[in-house]
């Protein structure tokens, strides 16, 4: 039988077995497009895909707008579907780093003028932050001459991000002195980011240990990642430390990939995830031959031609933060069924569930929509999922209870001291607090929540 609602979905022909014969297309509307349509395709649309389905009312209204009317949809439980209106810049987010080229955190700082401070978390290379001089760690008190204080932190970065344009008034500290320092302008751009920040090998009692800082499972780079992992064969690696603390997350096939480079006893054939949808998506498993099968961009990739970077560790040490989400969570968990994960920093977000990408498909397109509703629940090999409220670490540690931040991959880095300490057999380790410093603003946080794991075609 045709399903009018699915003639608008991208899968809706892989979706649906139905033969060539039985299908008797409806006619296209015509004349303008109303809210009462828009409304309907998108209740149609997750009636069909949405994970709970089951409380989605009979008929669609016309009293709000799209958006409103999507987000009435949502059930309670539900933090990270997203509807985008393709043809209206200021629906889609905005994002520090990809915009000015900077992460940064405001916490309380009662010396401050204002009695908080911003805290630079990355900087990315050659953006127009890093020409200027800004690095991590790097403290500022006012953004365009307004201080910071713990309760305009959030409005102030907004404004920035919509205007396009920031004055961030530096400052240095000490002792508890918070000194002015001088006013950095900022313009933003487009910014591209190479997501392998750092890659290093040491050698710890003995021991070879790799360090790779991942902050986003971006495909165009899977080539940059399986060079890292030969560099790290090469060099006779034993120890793997895996620094994903503001990794928001990205492909499934990324995911794959690096899981397939660090766990031992896997061949193409091994699962690497499992998922579940409503009655309409049912069950899946998915093996590590079909998730590198699908990248979002770049060529495919077969699991045999990873075998010149293939650590196959006994156990990996993984930072983590509260921006850790979606496809590095996924990464994180798989692993578990295959390896010990020891888990260092804080918890992570909290995204276990996978969507869907739904849009209008038909010539010409009548409902100007990208829909990205949460369709599976996601699962590691063992059926181990279920971590809606972030994966907790094994030590809880949080970076910026230790200042000035470290650079990147910085031995006296906390996290990284404390995955060293371990893998040298403990000894005098230097003790952290385990105090988790309040945030009144984090820029990774706006990527984190709307970074949605988004599940292949070919995978459903």
Known sequence: MYRKPLTALTLSLLLIACKKDDVVKPAVPTGPVTRQEINTWILDSMRYFYLWNNGLPALADSQHAATAFFAGLKDKADRFSVIYQQDDPSSFPKYMLYAFGITFNVISYPAAPGGAIGVTGLVVPGSGAAILGIKRGDYFTAINGTTLTTTNAASLSQEILNSGNAVLNMATI??????????????????????????????????????????????????????????????????????????????????????????????????????GGNDNMGQRTVSYKS??????????????????????????????????????????????????????????????????????????????????????????????????????????????????????????????????????????????????????????????????????????
């Open 174 to 275: 000490n002792g508890n002195t918070v000194q002015k320092g001088e006013d950095i302008p900022l313009t933003a751009r487009t910014i591209r980011e190479q997501p392998i920040y750092k890659q290093s090998i040491q050698h710890v009692n003995g021991k070879t240990v790799a360090y790779l800082f991942y902050n986003a499972f971006d495909d165009y780079y899977n080539l940059n990642v399986l060079n890292a992992f030969k560099q790290f064969k090469d060099a006779g690696a034993t120890e793997l430390i895996l620094d994903l603390r503001y990794n928001a997350g990205g492909s499934v096939t990324g995911a794959a990939l690096l899981n397939a480079l660090i766990a031992p006893g896997i061949n193409e054939n091994s699962v690497f995830a499992k998922y």
């Open 291 to 460: 998730a590198l099968s699908v990248p979002e961009s770049g060529s495919p990739i077969t699991f045999s031609g990873l075998t010149a970077g293939r650590l196959a560790l006994q156990r990996v040490f993984i930072l983590t933060g509260p921006q850790t989400a979606s496809a590095a969570e996924l990464t994180i968990n798989t692993l578990k069924s295959y390896m010990q994960v020891v888990q260092i920093g804080l918890g992570t977000l909290g995204k276990d569930k996978a969507a869907v990408i739904i849009t209008d498909m038909r010539s010409p397109q009548r409902i100007p929509y990208t829909m990205l509703p949460l369709t599976y629940n996601l699962a590691n090999a063992k059926g181990e999922g279920g971590y809606v409220n972030g994966i907790t670490p094994d030590y809880r540690i949080d970076e910026l209870s230790v200042l000035p931040l470290s650079p990147v991959g910085d031995a006296e880095d906390p996290l990284i001291a404390k995955a060293v300490s371990i893998i040298s057999g403990g000894g005098r380790e230097r003790a952290y607090p385990e105090t988790v410093v309040q945030r009144y603003f984090d820029a990774q946080a706006t990527i984190a929540d709307r970074n949605v794991l988004k599940i292949p075609t070919a995978l459903r």
